[in-house]
């Protein structure tokens, strides 16, 4: 009996199969949309191996009770292991401001001690946040298993994937590009949502600009996955061809130059409130997925910093 079906989740069931039109250059994708975080978790998978990534996975979080469950997670654990895939890595595109990662609660699931991997300018940003969060840097030192270098190569199966270094909004986002399709987190997104906001630490709209270009100069018929999708009067999507948004992104198409996106980005980012689960996503994400550690009660504690100018 698996561990799923002792949790008595069953599989989750993928919002779309993309099943791989040609096994050479393009993994099967299947796509499992968080409603709760507006997240897209992918499962990527060699058709010729059945050799599969993990991408972003969602660990819930509640936060007026203050419950972490993990019936998402779960659900994505009971697939893999009803659909009798291997998962290689599991892949982060960046340490997430909106959700928890649940990378190492399947880590702990799968078998096969499964690296959890990111891009390696998670350093900066665990060094810009531990500190907020009352945490030794020393603490969150080998957190991950896998610091990608940028443009570093790797296999899944029989493809090959490549990471590229999308800053902007965030300093180590990176994405995967697996064969035709590409994960790209939050440097873009769907063609009428635009792009993400670039005013965390570290964030940068130039680079962010600059990122986007580096999707949009993929072939054409490339495939961008992104991290969320906000829809308003359609479904859900995730994906949308390079020609698509070169075409069609309301924030950056073809045309759109530097500083038009800079002050469009200045503009909206001012009027943005915080995410609403800021606090708690960062201080497990840093960790990659871990909690902090409990009390001697076996309590454990979020920290939520206040800003006040009153002593009292
Ligand atoms: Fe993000």
Not at 62 to 80: E, K, M, Q, Y
Not at 170 to 188: M, Q, R
Not at 254 to 276: N, Y
């Amino acid at each position: 009996m698996s561990r799923a079906s002792a949790n008595g989740i069953p599989p989750a069931e993928p919002w779309k199969r993309h099943v791989s039109p040609d096994p050479k250059t393009t993994p099967t994708v299947y796509t499992f949309f968080e409603k709760a975080t507006s997240t897209w978790q992918y499962i990527v998978v060699d058709p010729n191996t059945s050799d599969a990534v993990v991408v972003d996975p969602v660990l819930d979080y509640d936060p007026n009770s203050g419950t972490i469950s993990t019936d998402t997670a779960d659900g994505l654990v009971s697939f893999i292991e009803h659909n009798n895939l291997r998962i290689t890595r599991i892949l982060e595109t960046h340490a997430h401001a909106d959700h928890l990662t649940a990378a190492q609660y399947l880590k702990k699931q799968l078998d096969g001690d499964i690296p959890v991997c990111i891009g390696q300018r998670i350093t900066m940003v665990q060094k810009t946040f531990a500190p907020k969060y009352g945490l030794e840097a020393e603490s969150l030192k080998n957190a991950f298993d896998v610091y990608f270098k940028d443009d570093e190569e790797f296999n899944l199966g029989c493809l090959s994937c490549h990471v590229l270094h999308l800053p902007g909004h965030t300093p180590d986002h990176v994405g995967y590009v697996i064969g035709k399709a590409v994960f790209t987190g939050d440097s873009i997104f769907n063609p009428d949502v635009g792009s993400a906001r670039a005013d965390f630490p570290g964030g940068d709209a130039e680079k962010l600009y600059q990122s986007m270009q580096r999707l949009l100069a993929l072939p054409e018929d490339y495939r961008l996955y992104v991290g969320h999708d906000y829809p308003q009067n359609r479904d859900q999507m995730c994906f949308a061809t390079v020609a698509d948004q070169r075409l069609k992104n309301k924030h950056v198409k073809e045309g759109t130059t530097p500083s038009d996106f800079i002050e469009f980005r200045r503009q909206r980012d001012a009027v943005l409130g915080a995410p609403r689960l800021l606090h708690p996503s960062l201080q497990v994400n840093i960790r990659a997925g871990r909690l902090p550690p409990p009390d001697e009660q076996g309590r454990i504690f979020l920290r939520i910093p206040v800003r006040v100018d009153l002593h009292l």
